[in-house]
Nanobody, 116 residues
Framework: QVQLVESGGGLVQPGGSLRLSCAAS????????MSWYRQAPGKERELVTI????????KYADSVKDRFTVSRDNAKNTVYLQMNSLKPEDTAVYYC?????????WGQGTQVTVSS
C-alpha cells in the first residue's frame, strides 16, 4: 500500500534552518511528481513546492521562493525540503503529497514551529 512518512520538523528560531524528509513506499516513486503543502492553524492548506518525477523541474510559492529548496533521491524513494531563513509565518504542519494516476496520497505531516 502507498505510504508517505514525513520527518525533520521541530522548533527553530527565526533565521534558522530545517530539512524535512518524506519517505515513500508502495508505488514506483520515480514515475511521479511530488509536492509539499503546509497548513497553519485557522488557515487553508497551501501548496509550497512541487518537483517533477526526475527532479528536473521545480516550482515554489512566492512566499518561500529563494528560501526553500525541494529535491529528491529516487534511489532512496525520498523527497526533501530544505528550509532556510525561516520566518514565524512559516509555522505550520508540513505535508508530503503524491499524485498518482488514480488517487492522491498524503503523509501524516510534521510540525514546524518558528519562534524566538
Amino acid at each position: 500500500q502507498v505510504q508517505l512518512v514525513e520527518s525533520g520538523g521541530g522548533l527553530v528560531q527565526p533565521g534558522g534552518s530545517l530539512r524535512l524528509s518524506c519517505a515513500a513506499s508502495g508505488f514506483t516513486f520515480s514515475r511521479y511528481d511530488m509536492s509539499w503543502y503546509r497548513q497553519a492553524p485557522g488557515k487553508e492548506r497551501e501548496l509550497v513546492t512541487i518537483i517533477t518525477s526526475a527532479g528536473g523541474s521545480t516550482k515554489y510559492a512566492d512566499s518561500v521562493k529563494d528560501r526553500f529548496t525541494v529535491s529528491r533521491d529516487n534511489a532512496k524513494n525520498t523527497v526533501y525540503l530544505q528550509m532556510n531563513s525561516l520566518k514565524p509565518e512559516d509555522t505550520a504542519v508540513y505535508y508530503c503529497k503524491a499524485l498518482l494516476d488514480f488517487k492522491d496520497y498524503w503523509g501524516q505531516g510534521t510540525q514546524v514551529t518558528v519562534s524566538s
